[in-house]
């Protein structure tokens, strides 16, 4: 069965500093990735998506994610932590059935100070 | 274009009510999903449909929970009787076709006391 872990519930960083979120995944055949964002009193907003065309996944608002197969890892970075990005972000692996029955990992809060 | 809408945002109600949770996809998604975080969990698939076909309910929890899309636009989720342990927020989110990316709405946050 599909599934991902999140190795951290809460990372803090100050702004301007780089951010890194942590994600594996298990999956017995080459998986869809996601990551999600929720603002808070906000629904989901889909960061970026994994589909096996390119190892490296460039996102909205400057994030990017890399699926490395040897290391069943597939972690969100960005360059530049900025106030707005402070959220909880969702590590996601999609079941393969044709449609999008989705398997979420239990968020990472991303706090940011001045 | 207006996006996935809920109602309520927010419903409070005692043990052994009914309340009954309302989703408005985008116009035009034939693909509709539910979804639910409770209270310090994972969000988990409930179900999906196809215009008003139940396609995948095996994520619903219990004969308690009813859902309904009837005409193939919006859908309603039933909890009857609610009980503590269905405490959370519930997503709403819809797709234009069967692998396409999920729009969600803002949930529904529900506290059974």
């Known amino acids: 069965a599909q599934s991902v872990t999140q190795l951290d519930s809460h990372v803090s960083v100050s702004e301007g500093t780089p951010v890194l979120l942590r994600c594996n995944y298990s999956s017995s055949y080459s998986p869809s990735l996601f990551w999600y964002v929720q603002h808070p009193n906000k629904g989901l907003q889909l960061l970026l998506k994994?589909?096996?065309?390119?190892?490296l996944v460039k996102g909205i608002n400057g994030f990017e994610a890399e699926f490395k197969k040897s290391e069943t890892s597939f972690h969100l970075t960005k360059p530049s932590a900025h106030m707005s990005d402070a959220a909880e972000y969702f590590c996601?692996?999609?079941?393969?059935?044709?449609?999008?029955?989705?398997?979420f990992g239990t968020g990472t809060r991303l706090l940011v100070s001045p | 274009e207006a996006g996935v809408t809920q109602f309520p945002s927010h419903s409070v109600i005692e043990k052994g009510q009914t309340v009954t949770l309302r989703c408005d996809p985008i116009?035009?998604?034939?693909?509709l999903y539910w979804y639910r975080r409770v209270m310090g969990k994972e969000i988990k698939f409930l179900l999906h449909f196809v215009k008003e076909s139940k396609q995948d309910e095996s994520g619903m929890p219990n004969n308690r929970f009813l859902a309904e899309r009837t005409g193939g636009t919006y859908s309603t989720l039933k909890v009857q009787p609610a009980e503590l342990e269905d405490s959370g927020v519930y997503f709403c989110a819809s797709s234009n076709t069967g692998d396409s990316p999920l729009h969600f709405g803002n949930g529904t946050r529900l506290t059974v006391t």
């Open positions: 996601v692996v999609s079941v393969n059935t044709g449609f999008q029955k989705l398997v």
């Open positions: 994994y589909t096996s065309a390119a190892t």
């Open positions: 116009s035009g998604h034939d693909n």
